[in-house]
C-alpha cells in the first residue's frame, strides 16, 4: 500500500482512507467446531503482543509519505482489540505466528495477557501509531447531535474502540466519530450493504468529512487546498469535548470530528479567527520564534489555539523491546499563548498515568499542541511558535497554526437521573412486563464469554434481552414517570450493545 500511497499523493491526492491494520494479541473467530478453537494468539511469546503501541518501520515509512506530500493526509482506522479478551482460564485456543500460519494448540494458563490489559488502555498497534497520519476511534451516534444540553456525557466510546497512548507516550487516536452499525459497502449478500460496527466504519465517515471541509476550503479560496497538518489542525481544534475532563484523553483523543464547526473556521477566516500556515526556520544567533497577535474584543472570551506539524520519521524501536519509549519527535515546537505577563501553556497528557485529567504544560512528546484561555478578556494576545531547543532537523519546519476567539459558552443546569441494573434487580420503581417469550435477565458479567461478557460499557449487573433469534419475544422494562416539567430539554443516554 506504502508505493500506492506515495503515487497517490504525488499525483495530488488529499485525502486515503485506511480502514485496516495488522492483526496483534488475541482474535475472536467465534463459535467453531472442535478441535479448532473460538480464540487465535497471534502475540508472540510474552504476556503482551509488543505490537501494540509500537512506532515500527511501516508508521515511520508513513510519516515520511506525508512529509514528502504536505497536502495529502492519512487517515487510520485506531483499531479494535479493547474487547479481545481471550479464552477463560482452562480452554483452549490456536497459536498462530504473523504470517497468519497455524503454530500449534494450547491451554489458557494466563501467559497472555487480555488485550489492553489491565486498564484498557495501550492497544494501538503499528501504523496507526504514526506521527502524521489523523487516528481514528469510534463513538456510538449522538442522535440529535452534540449539544450544550448533553455535552461531553453524549459521547459514548464504543467497546471495543482501541485506546492509546504510544509506547513514547503520544495522544492516540486523535479523534472519534461515529462507528456504531453504519449502513455502508458489503462484499456479501443479495444487496451489497450492510450495517457495521467498527473503528473501520468511523474512519471513511470522518475521511469523507475532511475531503468536504477541503471542497470547503477551495470554494473560499479559489486554486488553493489547506496543507494536510492544517486540515488536520482545524479538525482537531474543532472537536467537542468528550470524557471526564476538559482536554485531550487517551480514550478519545481531541474528541468527536465536528464537521460543521470546521466549516464555520474557513468561512469566517479573519479578524480573530485564523487558519495560518508558515514555517519556522532556524535561526542560529537566537531562538527561533514565529509570533501572531490577535485582538479579543469580546468580554468572557474563549481563546483557542491549535498547531500541527508534519514531523520528520522519528526512530524505530527494535520490535523485541516492548514498550519502548524512546520519544518519536524529531522536531519539537512548543506554543504558549501570552498577555503581559500571562503565560497559557497547551494540555500535556501523562502516559505513566494514562487515566489522568491533561493537566498544563511543556509538550515533548506530540506534534499536535493546544493551548486554551477560558474567560480572556478583551485585549492583545500573541499566540508564539518556537523551537523548543538544538537545531531544526532540515533548517526549518512548515506548521499550521489555527487560531479562534469566540464568547464563552453559556453553562446549563443538568440534571442527571443514573439508573443502572448493576445490582442484579431492577432498580425501584421500575415494570418488568413479558406479554409473550422470553423476559429480561438481569445478568453479571462472565469476562471473555462471547454471549454473557457486558459489553454494554457500563459496570456490574446488566439487562439482557436473550431472544436468541425468536422473533416472538414481548418484554418491556418500564422506568417510573420522571417529572420533567421544570426542564427546557431533556437529553435521556442509554448504554447498550446490540449483537
Known amino acids: 500500500d506504502t508505493a500506492e500511497m506515495a503515487s497517490a499523493a504525488a499525483s495530488g491526492l488529499l485525502v486515503s482512507n485506511h480502514s485496516y491494520g495488522i492483526a496483534a494479541g488475541w482474535l475472536y473467530m467465534g463459535p467453531v467446531e472442535p478441535p479448532d478453537t473460538s480464540w487465535w494468539w497471534i502475540g508472540g511469546p510474552g504476556q503482551e503482543d509488543p505490537n501494540f503501541g509500537y512506532y515500527d518501520s511501516e508508521s515511520a515509512l508513513w510519516d515520511q509519505i506525508a512529509v514528502d506530500a504536505p497536502y495529502y493526509l492519512i487517515v487510520k482506522a485506531a483499531g479494535n482489540d479493547r474487547t479481545d479478551v481471550g479464552p477463560s482460564l482452562g480452554e483452549q485456543y490456536t497459536v498462530i505466528d504473523q504470517n497468519g500460519e497455524f503454530v500449534d494448540y494450547a491451554i489458557a494458563d ?84 450492510a450495517a457495521a460496527a467498527g473503528t473501520s466504519m468511523a474512519t471513511p465517515n470522518v475521511s469523507g468529512s475532511l475531503l468536504l471541509l477541503q471542497q470547503h476550503y477551495q470554494d473560499e479560496n479559489p486554486g488553493f487546498y489547506m496543507r494536510a497538518a492544517t486540515l488536520k489542525a482545524l479538525a482537531i481544534h474543532t472537536a467537542d469535548e468528550a470524557g471526564d475532563s476538559d482536554g485531550p484523553e487517551y480514550e478519545l483523543g481531541w474528541g468527536p470530528l465536528n464537521t460543521k464547526a470546521a466549516a464555520a473556521v474557513i468561512r469566517t477566516d479573519s479578524g480573530v479567527q485564523h487558519i495560518n500556515e508558515d514555517t519556522l526556520v532556524e535561526n542560529l544567533d537566537e531562538d527561533a520564534v514565529n509570533t501572531v497577535e490577535i485582538v479579543v474584543t469580546e468580554a468572557d472570551a474563549l481563546v483557542t489555539a491549535t498547531l500541527v506539524w508534519a514531523d520528520p520519521p522519528g526512530p524505530v524501536d527494535l520490535p ?180
Open 110 to 193: 494466563g501467559s497472555h495477557d487480555p488485550d489492553c490489559a489491565p486498564a484498557g488502555y495501550d492497544c494501538i498497534a503499528s501504523a496507526s501509531t504514526a506521527k502524521n497520519v489523523l487516528t481514528v476511534g469510534a463513538v456510538d451516534d449522538i442522535y440529535d447531535g452534540y449539544s450544550l444540553f448533553s455535552g461531553p456525557s453524549a459521547v459514548i466510546m464504543a467497546s471495543f474502540s482501541g485506546w492509546g497512548p504510544t509506547d513514547d507516550g503520544r495522544i492516540k487516536p486523535d479523534l472519534v466519530g461515529n462507528g456504531m452499525f453504519l449502513i455502508s459497502a458489503w462484499t456479501t449478500g443479495e444487496f451489497a450493504y
Open 320 to 499: 523485541q523491546i516492548l514498550d519502548g519509549s524512546s520519544i518519536k519527535l524529531v522536531n519539537d515546537l512548543d506554543l504558549r499563548i501570552t498577555r503581559g505577563a500571562e503565560i497559557h501553556l497547551p494540555w500535556v497528557l501523562e502516559p505513566s498515568t494514562p487515566a489522568q485529567a491533561a493537566p498544563r504544560g511543556l509538550n515533548v512528546l506530540d506534534n499536535v499542541e493546544q493551548g486554551v484561555i477560558d474567560g480572556g478578556t478583551p485585549g492583545s494576545y500573541f499566540v508564539a511558535v518556537r523551537h523548543a531547543a538544538g537545531p531544526i532537523s532540515g533548517g526549518s519546519q512548515d506548521y499550521s497554526l489555527i487560531i479562534t476567539s469566540v464568547r464563552r459558552p453559556s453553562t446549563v443546569k443538568v440534571t442527571q437521573i443514573n439508573e443502572d441494573f448493576s445490582s442484579g434487580n431492577l432498580p425501584a420503581g421500575w415494570e418488568l412486563i413479558t406479554t409473550s417469550g422470553i423476559p429480561w435477565e438481569f445478568r453479571p458479567s462472565v469476562q471473555g464469554d462471547s454471549r454473557y461478557q457486558n459489553l454494554t460499557g457500563g459496570s456490574g449487573h446488566y439487562a439482557m434481552a436473550d431472544a436468541n433469534f425468536r422473533n416472538n419475544m414481548d418484554s418491556k422494562l418500564r422506568s417510573p414517570t420522571l417529572d420533567l416539567s421544570d426542564r427546557d430539554a431533556v437529553v435521556l443516554k442509554f448504554k447498550s450493545y446490540f449483537a
